[in-house]
């Protein structure tokens, strides 16, 4: 069993419409043993995912309105296996905070693509269609981190 940790900065866009869409393809492959959770780096506890975020998933299919965020916590990042932030700037912030943790701390990009450098672009306060991009972007990731654990399976 994996568990893999999403990190944004308020844990209402990004990282929980991650959290979402890992869930939503994971549970095509019931070999696929995961626990998935999200955090914030500067998340207030218990607010609902923002409105645009709801909708773009609510297009896929994905109900996102049950999302409340948490802040990260050194609990959450020794739980985790993986921790997969949306920039540079989040998991630098994470390497200060814990770096003991530092050969499980990557980008999203950094892990699925090998780019470091790469960042997800925070749709915080844009309309639907920046929501939208930001899903589509998320989810190409997405599928490809799917590819890289269905690889690691049995490797536990």
Known sequence: ?????????GNTCRSSMAEALLRHYAAENPSLKLIIKSAGTAAFGSQCASRNAVLA?????IDLNTHR???VTAVLIDEADL??????????????????ASKKIFTLAE??????MKNISDPFGGNLD???ECRNEITEHIMKLLHILESQIGDD
């Open 111 to 116: 892990f699925t693509f090998q780019n470091r």
């Open 130 to 132: 920046t929501y939208i």
């Open 1 to 9: 069993m994996k568990n893999i940790l999403f990190v944004c900065t």
């Open 83 to 100: 921790v997969l932030t949306m920039t540079n700037s989040h998991k630098q912030q994470l390497l200060l905070f814990k770096p003991d």
């Open 57 to 61: 998933l609510k297009e896929l299919g």
């Open 69 to 71: 965020s948490q802040p």
